[in-house]
């Protein structure tokens, strides 16, 4: 049979430092059916130079420049959808993955591809060199296919063993060409197809709900760069925190499967402000997470008592 084709894409802005090494390890995949798409969002670095300098005659890599900066979250769609896979792997302009990222993640998922939303692998941080600098992450499940409700529910009650970014992650197509959020309502308005800030997280919660099952493989097949420039280093937790706390509201608002936990999630915020987690951004109620006329006092003894237990369950796994 014939190997189903799998779209990397690369959206990217001034990475020159990065850009190169990161298509090539694109490229250099094992599987032998890709194609690579680079989106270059109107750099003002030679970036776009480089790219064309070291990839205009490699076959199966198509590169795309916008003539003006359409801001980071329409420059993700806009790769995506070039995307002609049937599988779609994010890959972030200044990450890499390993040789055998692709094939891996075939392998995880062989015989039960029709039920596997996405798959996710290890992910070892390195810094601007290259050089491993912290222990591997989100190493802590069984290799092999797991229940996306397991994922739902620890991703939206804040267990960091599960990724936010789909940066270490392989999805199938559908999921990013129909439930990728340019923004979503918020009771602030605040536009976050410029913030970029869970817009990625609610992409695994909308695989969770539509698919039963996701797979992860063990090995260090994902490689995140820490530097300056990166979002998760340059915003800082609290800001991290909170919009990704409003991206897992927003969720809950819309979603039917997992709408039972929202007001164990409620529970978390409030123990949140009363810790001053948000202060920053001045949250003093849970209504501040939620548009007019949402259900924010729905929390109680019962959701204490499950948020405890869910607390005691996640530290005997770990």
Known sequence: MKKKLVSIVIPTY????????????????????????????????NSWELLNEAFSDVSNVFLYRNPDNIGPVRNWQKAINFANGEYIKILWSDDLIAPDFIE???????????????????????????????????NVLEKGVHDTSSFAINSILGNGNY???????IFKADILKNDLLLTFPNPMNIDLSKVAIGNDLLLFLFACEKYPSFSFFPEKCSYFRSHSDSISIKDGAEKLRYYYTLSKVYFLTVTTKFSS????????????????????FNVKHIADFYMENQDYHSYGFRDAFRFIKYLISRSLCN
């Open 163 to 169: 990724p936010v970014s789909p940066g270490c992650a």
């Open 104 to 138: 891996l993640f075939f392998k995880s998922i062989s015989g039960v591809e029709k039920q596997c939303g996405f798959g996710f692998s290890a992910v070892q941080p390195i810094d601007a060199a290259g050089n491993y600098i912290d222990d591997v992450w989100y």
């Open 14 to 45: 001034n990475r020159s430092k990065y850009i190169v090494d990161t298509v090539n390890s694109a490229i250099g995949q094992t599987y032998d059916n890709i194609e690579v798409i680079v989106v270059d969002n109107n750099s003002e670095d």
């Open 261 to 280: 936990i929202r007001s164990v999630l409620n529970f978390k915020i409030k123990i949140d402000i009363l810790r001053g987690k948000y202060k920053k």
